[in-house]
Nanobody, 126 residues
């Protein structure tokens, strides 16, 4: 069983920054597709950032490109999401996720991810 434990998040003002962390296992973080998702009430879970372990490539939703950065520290088995220049559209519950490698590669689709963190709330005030 893969366990993902999140930390970070909270409340900031517009333009501020936050960093989310997600601790997992060495096997998961060396082989699985990894990602960060955002969900607001009444909407589907949206992939905002992904990382493919096979080649270290990353992908971002258009809404966060240039502002968010996904990374991992393999020595700590921890995945991060650095969020800068936050705005009110970034408000939501954020989840880290891991999924087994896919033939088509890692995506930002929630259906490709099997394991989820417990979620952490991000609030941005104007």
């Amino acid at each position: 069983q893969v366990q993902l434990v999140q930390s970070g998040g909270g409340s900031v003002q517009v333009g501020g920054s936050l960093r989310l962390s997600c601790a997992g296992s060495r096997y998961t973080y060396s082989t699985y597709c990894l990602g960060w998702f955002r969900q607001v009430p009444g909407k589907e879970r949206e992939g905002v950032a992904g990382l493919e372990n096979s080649d270290g490539s990353t992908a971002y939703a258009d809404s966060v490109k240039g502002r968010f950065t996904i990374s991992q520290d393999r020595t700590k088995n921890t995945l991060y999401l650095q969020m800068n220049s936050l705005n009110t559209d970034d408000i939501g519950m954020y989840y880290c996720a891991a999924g087994p490698p896919r033939p088509h590669g890692c995506t930002l689709g929630a259906a490709d991810f099997t394991y989820w963190g417990q979620g952490t709330q991000v609030t941005v005030s104007s």
